[in-house]
């Protein structure tokens, strides 16, 4: 992206003081963690259909459970980036309201982000299948039987085949058609109905900035678009934030 072009995105952050910002896997790659749907990513090599479902999750629980052991390990020795540290800021200084991510990584929490809708849950958080009684990720790694009834824990994320959490995806909503820019970092934007914010953002009146790798369905709407690494991307923009 051209220094005039972030130079006019900062103005309209600084003259809306609402900037709403969307993540995706991207935005911690620079953490160490891989994305999913690019080339190599986890999807890439391997079928979500037989890891990350609730079917998966009743049927193979084996296979299910070293999926999320070693990601849960992966996170665990993952720190905040760049990029999650300018976020933070800008949200202490006002300027982005509030982060909406599809990660489950707790990052832009670990980083200082207040208000942030995790649309797919987090790692975080452990509860039985059967009773919904919470647990911790150690017990879920070393398959402790749940404390209250004796079942078998799970991540608290959302699966495929599950619903997003009602009230996050509201709040999502609503933060979306009511923001003065939309940003859109790391995201494939292939994933619904998450992939609808960018677009009510945009048809409310937003400007919409994205800054992803791969190419985008809704590249065509963006008023901003870039594929440089996300943590350039923002360093650059906090330049011109001032």
């Not at 003259?15 to 911690?28: L, Y």
């Not at 999807?43 to 990350?52: G, T």
């Not at 009743?58 to 996170?75: C, G, I, V």
Request: glycine share 10%; with cysteine; charged share 20%.
């Amino acid at each position: 992206m051209s220094d005039d072009a972030l130079r006019l995105l900062a103005k309209r952050m600084l003259d809306s003081s609402n900037a709403v910002v969307f993540t995706g896997a991207g935005m911690s790659t620079e953490s160490g963690l891989s994305d999913f749907r690019s080339k190599g990513g986890i999807w890439d090599v391997e079928d979500p259909m037989e890891l990350a479902t609730a079917t998966a999750m009743r049927n193979n629980y084996d296979k299910f459970h070293a999926f999320y052991s070693n990601r849960f390990a992966r996170m665990r020795d993952a720190a905040p980036n760049a990029g999650h540290r300018i976020l933070a800021e800008l949200e202490e200084r006002g300027i982005v309201r509030c982060v909406i991510t599809q990660n489950i990584d707790g990052l832009h929490a670990a980083a200082g982000s207040r208000t942030i809708y995790e649309l797919h849950g987090s790692v975080g958080n452990v509860r039985c299948i059967e009773c919904g009684a919470s647990s911790t990720q150690e017990d879920f790694t070393a398959r402790v039987p749940c404390p209250a009834c004796g079942g078998r824990l799970r991540p608290g994320v959302v699966l495929f085949e599950e619903s997003l959490p009602g009230g996050v995806l509201d709040a999502s909503w609503r933060a979306a058609e009511a923001c003065g820019v939309f940003i859109v970092l790391g995201s494939s934007l292939q994933v619904s109905p998450a992939n609808q914010l960018p677009v009510m953002a945009k048809r409310a009146g937003a400007i919409l900035a994205i800054c992803n790798r791969d190419i985008t369905p809704y590249d065509h709407m963006a008023d901003y678009r870039t594929n440089e690494g996300i943590g350039n991307f923002l360093a650059s923009l906090k330049f011109f934030l001032g």
